[in-house]
């Protein structure tokens, strides 16, 4: 699947929205990637996370978990773990950091492809690859559908991305005129929990 591909299938879903954005990370920018109108058509979510287990395969070779940050990684994270043959299981929240809860585990030394769905800063990734290691994990690859960084977001591990893209993000007090013009939408869930 080549990045055009990728995103075709936002296009198509109606995800690569144009405008002014308060992504996750606080940060704005003029392109937002709703992932969650993607996910919720079975068969995109299908193509798209077998070529990223494709991906993941030509990269690190075998892995034996997939581990995604909740909410957003669970869908990619399971998807790809299918099209890997291997267990799929997520780091949630609790007292301000990811952990593992809900009886999920990693056996010591395992290897794990922590998968998401969009970076933007690397953030959630490198909570996600700490929760990991403090649990016995080896990060073989860090793996996300979109890296909006530019390739730039430090994740923590070997970077497998299918489709990467240098979407500008600004700080709120550092905006250009044309993005400060238009009206503001905050679709991002980090704040949700604040």
């Known amino acids: 699947m080549t990045e055009d591909d990728v995103l075709k299938e936002f296009r198509d879903a109606g995800a690569l929205r144009e405008g002014h954005f308060v992504l996750s990370s606080g940060l704005h920018s003029p392109i937002f990637l709703q992932k969650n109108l ?41 998807e790809t773990a299918r099209h890997l ?10 007292g301000g950091e990811l952990r593992f809860r809900r009886g999920f585990h990693l056996t010591p030394g395992a290897r794990v492809a922590m998968v998401e769905d969009i970076v933007s800063t690397g953030l959630s990734s490198r909570e996600c690859v700490a929760a990991i290691q403090a649990a016995g994990g080896n990060v073989v690859c860090t793996a996300c559908i979109v890296d909006r960084s530019g390739g730039k977001a430090e994740t ?39």
Do not use: K, Q, W
């Open 85 to 94: 043959g291997v267990p799929s299981i997520y780091v949630e929240r609790e």
């Open 38 to 78: 993607v996910f919720m058509h079975p068969d995109r979510a299908e193509r798209l996370c077998r070529a990223l287990a494709a991906r993941i395969r030509e990269t690190v070779g075998t892995v034996d978990v997939c581990v995604s940050p909740a909410v957003g990684g669970i869908i990619p994270g399971y």
């Open 156 to 194: 923590g591990g070997t970077r497998v991305a299918l489709a990467v893209l240098d979407v500008p993000a600004y700080p709120a007090n550092a905006l250009p005129p044309e993005l400060a013009a238009l009206p503001t939408e905050d679709p991002g869930s980090r704040r949700l929990h604040a």
